[in-house]
């Protein structure tokens, strides 16, 4: 994002998380308001990286544990004749994903309340600083008005 | 849809890809975008070779992950070496130098160098500032309210507003129609707003306007209000309070049961269907005033057929769900989800011949009925007894033109109303009498 920019910048989806990083502006005059909100906002967002990061990394890595060990167990190569790699397919892999599902299950549910708690808490930041914008151009405007 | 677009932009015949919209259906908001992106999916592949990369069935991205796994580790040693460098100050600016956003950016831009460019478009990998553009609003909230989807809800809605056994008003009908897309524009705001980190990870889903950061999340739900209250009000009192009621408890029901249960538990699987029956159902209120067994019949109908058509789409998307945690009854119990699919497309056989005893339709429905409900029974038993995805994708292609075709041939064969007032049924024979007993 270029340096004089006066906005929030997003980028392409991060290959680990999939989740889209924000750099966000901070103004010269931010409020306490103001900063509260961005730090939410910049807390949540490195939370939820540290999780999908760990958790999709978790995913491929067991899945490729879980394949080379059924292919060792069925007595195939892990790659054939053609050099391509060997798959398993998804009726094999269901197993897998049943197994995956039920290990992190409380893993999400604790993912699940913490996203929600912060969902609404920096939703509920934004309509406080938009509220407070508004009041303050409002008052703006009354003061150009009446000059 | 994304996908629409880069076929335009690559020049490919989209007659066959057009095939998409003729066979939308009325559809609860269960299914979102799924079933229409694995749709183009489908087609896609069969139209060019040469997209297919951009668009393979799901059980090919077996081969990717070790793949990614490879450029894992050439990132993670990229990111050792540039992150002393730090981008930030590069970039200059005022933001808080915190590690993880910087090995972020890091990762965000070595993967530019490292990785080759995969299915993404060039677009796709550029920082894009967050500002709202007025004139890309619309189609923002278009794809915020899944405004198709919404669509075929309201569409539901009209076969139930039509197969009630009264003069047709068109007011009635409009207002109706209006209120219960609303309605369904806000729920579908609402279910996004809550999901966006899970949008992220899921193919079909990532590129929603608040994943893709071009809408805020207060925005989102100042929309969904603004959509929500009015389409409620609307039905309320422009409509009935009957049919108010049912709006306002789908909208309870889809955002905040559906939508955190489905990452709780299977039972999702049985709400949604709930879901995808209440519309149908507030036509028929619409339309009456009162909840009749020919409303629930409707419903019912509605809610079997969820089930296949459900069951069946979820078989092929079991990677990203149990990767994005969603409890669905395809990954954790499959036995159970076939057997409900075909139990249920059974049920549309049993459901399709109480219609005339409830005096709905003439015996000719279930009669007219039975080659299509026997299809997809059929259909419904290879998935179970096969449980591969050549049978899922079948039952569910099938589920897609059952459904309209069903409710086609049930309201040709609606008892009509003169019927019922020679027999006496109707208070007030005259059109005109009724009319005036329907002025809100």
Sequence with gaps: ?147 | GLFVWRLRKTGVPQIPCQFVHLYHVPNNRLITFQYFNFLKRMYVTQCNKDLSQQAKPKSDSIVSPFHELQQLDQEKKVVHKISPVSPVHQLGTKTSSRNGLRELKSAAETEDSVIPVGAESKEDRQWKEMKLRLDDLPGILARLSKIKLTALVVSTTSAGFAMAPVPFELTCFLLASLGTGLASCAANSINQFFEVPFDSNMNRTKNRPLVRGQISPLLAVCFAAACGIPGIALLALGVNPLTGALGAFNIFLYTCCYTPLKRMSIANTWVGAVVGAIPPIMGWTAATGSLDAGALLLGGILYSWQFPHFNALSWGLREDYSRGGYCMMSVTHPGLCRRVALRHCLALIGLSAVAPVLDITTWTFPIISLPINLYISYLGFRFYRDADRSSSRKLFFCSLWHLPMLLLVMFTCKKSVLEKEDKGDLPGGSHETAMEIRLP
């Design chain 1, 1 to 147: 994002p270029p340096a004089h920019s006066r906005s929030d910048w997003i980028g392409p989806p991060d290959r680990l998380s999939n989740l889209r990083p924000v750099v966000f502006y901070v103004p010269a005059q931010e409020s306490a308001l103001e900063r509260r909100l961005r730090e939410a906002r910049q807390e949540a967002q490195a939370s939820n990286q540290r999780f999908w990061a760990r958790h999709n990394r978790a995913f491929h890595q067991e899945k490729e544990e879980f394949i080379y060990s059924r292919l060792k167990a069925k007595g195939l190569e892990l790659r054939d004749e053609s050099g391509q790699k060997a798959t398993l397919n998804a009726e094999e892999m269901a197993d897998f994903y049943k197994d995956f599902l039920s290990k992190n299950f409380k893993k999400h549910l604790q993912y699940n309340r913490d996203w929600y708690k912060r969902n609404f808490r920096i939703t509920f930041l934004m309509g406080q600083v938009a509220l407070v914008r508004a009041l303050r151009w409002l008052r703006w405007r009354k003061k150009n008005a009446e000059q």
